[in-house]
């Protein structure tokens, strides 16, 4: 069946760097849009970053513009997030999304997230 499975969140003081990942498995991996979501608490589940299946384009919130770095691996079937320069504002569980789109039908995974605290 298929599984996204997030990991690498914690606690992190304010400046410093986590790298989320995300292992998928149970889907073809090439064929899928895969993005990072985040919700902090009392807010909307937003858009962090994404990246496409071909060609790797990628794109971001200009709230984290600078400072992540979204990036597959299709050898392992893994989807990071490379998040430096961390602030309280980064605070949520971050959640991994896989997207496509198959004779009209949207196919639409998530993993269940992985909290990110930035905090001193």
């Known amino acids: 069946q298929v599984q996204l499975v997030e990991s690498g969140g914690g606690l992190v003081q304010p400046g410093g760097s986590l790298r989320l990942s995300c292992a998928a498995s149970g889907f073809t991996f090439s064929s899928y849009a895969m993005s990072w979501y985040r919700q902090a608490p009392g807010k909307e589940r937003e858009l962090v970053a994404g990246?496409?299946?071909?060609?790797?384009?990628?794109n971001y919130v200009d709230s984290v513009k600078g400072r992540f770095t979204i990036s597959r691996d299709s050898a392992k079937n893994t989807v990071y997030l490379q998040m430096n320069s961390l602030n309280a504002e980064d605070t949520a569980v971050y959640y991994c999304?896989?997207?496509?789109?198959?004779?009209?039908?949207?196919?639409?995974?998530w993993g269940k997230g992985t909290q990110v605290t930035v905090s001193s």
């Open positions: 990246i496409t299946s071909c060609s790797g384009r990628t």
């Open positions: 999304n896989a997207l496509t789109i198959v004779g009209g039908v949207r196919l639409n995974y």
